[in-house]
């Protein structure tokens, strides 16, 4: 028998080195490098391949046919559901609620008459239905198994012929001749591409659940991202109760689309609505607050940005903590109100969050934040009825953003009557803004401090 020769392997990427190193080279991920036989490669080939097929460029495609598991927030993400023969990961922090989406969807696609495989490496049969009892899904017709070992899972879809198949998670797996332990990146790799071979030739759906490391990553494998159509992160406060399904790859759809779900004792409730869900909380006439009208893929969400100033006593540094938005967008905004608009806040403790939980990754939301921030400063609370977006350059211009219009459309909904906004915006929009609400266009963040007392 052939002797096993170690290698090491970055558990992030997958970079293989001789020797053991604290950071991987490759990815300059610290403490990711671990040993693993040697061993698990393609065999030499045993014959020449045969030709391939060439295609010319122009001809019929027809759109891939779909699954709708028929929860909305998740078909949206997937860009309409989930495509046969498609591979989808799903990541998230332990504890978010993954195992509990996709049971809900599983579910669903079952009682619809699809044939449906969760497969659970991480609890037995028990758990999960102590979990469907709690979700009043007992009867639906889905089949389970507590496993890990891929080959069994592939020997049972032979018979079984399912539409989807959920693999809750892919780190527990664990392949047969692979010589590593699971959660190796090695195994995680070895399973994911025996599991997405077998998705791609006999045209099952395929979802796995992929851990989240602190650092925020797929658990070790980033190599997965590459490996799946889709990826999908579930993300959101532990601490509040709602949950954004974020994609952030998509072969067969957009990425920037979000579902926005709410954990109930009942599991995850869908959130159509998600402006009045965020601005539920809200308590009026309090100064440092300001509703941004903000975009999250083809969707408008309103949101309200909270910032506090405090003195800074340390003698140290003023502390910049920062919940919900970029740090380095805060510290931007912050210079060009004191060199454009005369408000001094380089010396005080700025404090900025985002209410609910989302995080807001638009440059439109300058013109909130810029609001809140200024409100905080002068103790003037921000008119409650107003919305503000718009983007601030760093001579404190204010830029236009893309779907005004959407944008106005569901402040309007939602009660608002004032939206302060970049200029040529209404005239851009061919006169399709909604016209019961109040449209103060500005060209600089100077006219924004002015109009809320900032001399
Ligand atoms: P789970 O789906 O197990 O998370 P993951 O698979 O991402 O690790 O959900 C875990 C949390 O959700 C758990 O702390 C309990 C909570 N939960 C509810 O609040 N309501 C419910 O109906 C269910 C099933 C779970
Ligand atoms: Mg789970």
Redesign the pocket.
């Known amino acids: 028998m052939a002797k096993l020769h170690l290698r090491f392997v970055c558990q992030a990427c997958g970079a293989v080195t001789p020797k053991w190193a604290g950071r991987c080279e490759s990815c300059g991920e610290w403490n990711t490098i671990a040993e693993e036989p040697q061993g698990s490669g393609p065999l030499p080939a045993a014959r020449p391949g045969a030709r391939l097929a060439l295609l010319p460029l122009a001809g019929e495609a027809e759109p891939p046919a779909r699954l709708a598991t028929g929860i909305a927030e998740l078909d949206r993400v997937l860009g309409g559901g989930l495509v046969a023969a498609s591979a989808v990961l799903v990541g998230?922090?332990?504890?978010?609620?993954?195992?509990?989406?996709?049971?809900q969807a599983a579910a669903s696609l079952a009682r619809g008459g699809e044939s449906v495989l969760y497969v659970s490496g991480?609890e037995a049969a028990d758990q999960i239905r102590l979990?469907a009892r709690?979700?009043g899904l007992e009867t639906a017709p889905l089949r389970l198994a507590s496993a890990i070992d891929v080959r069994a899972i592939a020997a049972t879809l032979e018979s079984e012929r399912p539409g989807l198949v959920v693999i809750?998670?892919i780190q527990t797996m664990w392949m047969e001749g692979v010589e590593s332990a699971p959660g190796t990146v090695t195994q995680v790799r070895a399973s994911a591409f025996e599991l997405i071979r077998l998705a791609k030739s006999r045209g099952f759906c395929l979802i796995l659940?992929g851990?989240v490391t602190k650092e925020g990553s797929l658990a070790g494998p980033r190599v997965l991202e590459h490996m799946v159509d889709a990826v999908l992160h579930?993300e959101g406060d532990?601490g509040h109760q709602f949950r954004i399904l974020r994609g952030v790859k998509n072969r067969f759809g957009a990425t920037d689309e979000i579902g926005v779900f709410e954990?109930?004792?009942?599991?995850?409730a869908e959130v159509p609505n998600p402006s009045a869900l965020f601005l539920a909380e809200r308590r009026g006439h309090v100064a440092g607050n300001a509703v941004f009208a903000g975009l999250e893929g083809t969707r408008p969400v309103l949101l309200e940005v909270q910032a506090l100033l405090a003195a800074n006593r340390s003698g140290g540094a003023p502390r910049r903590s920062v919940l919900g938005w970029d740090g380095a967008r805060l510290s931007m905004l912050l210079a060009v109100l004191e060199a454009r608009c005369g408000l001094a806040l380089a010396g005080s403790d700025v404090f900025l969050n985002v209410a609910g939980g989302l995080r807001i990754v638009e440059p439109a939301a300058d013109l909130a934040v810029a609001a809140a921030l200024v409100s905080a400063a002068t103790g003037q609370p921000a008119h409650a009825g107003t919305v503000y977006f718009g983007e601030i350059g760093l001579s404190g211009e204010v830029r236009q953003v893309p779907q005004a219009e959407l944008r106005l459309k569901e402040a309007q909904k939602l009660g608002f009557e004032r939206a302060v906004l970049p200029r040529r915006v209404a005239r851009g929009s061919g006169g399709l803004l909604p016209a019961g609400l109040a449209l103060e266009e500005i060209g600089h963040l100077s006219d924004l401090t002015r109009e809320m007392g900032v001399k």
């Not at 998230?92 to 049971?103: N, Q, V």
């Not at 954990?263 to 995850?268: A, F, N, V, Y």
């Open positions: 998230g922090d332990p504890g978010i609620g993954k195992s509990t989406l996709l049971l991480e979990r709690r979700l809750d998670s659940v851990h579930f532990r954990m109930t004792g009942q599991g995850l």
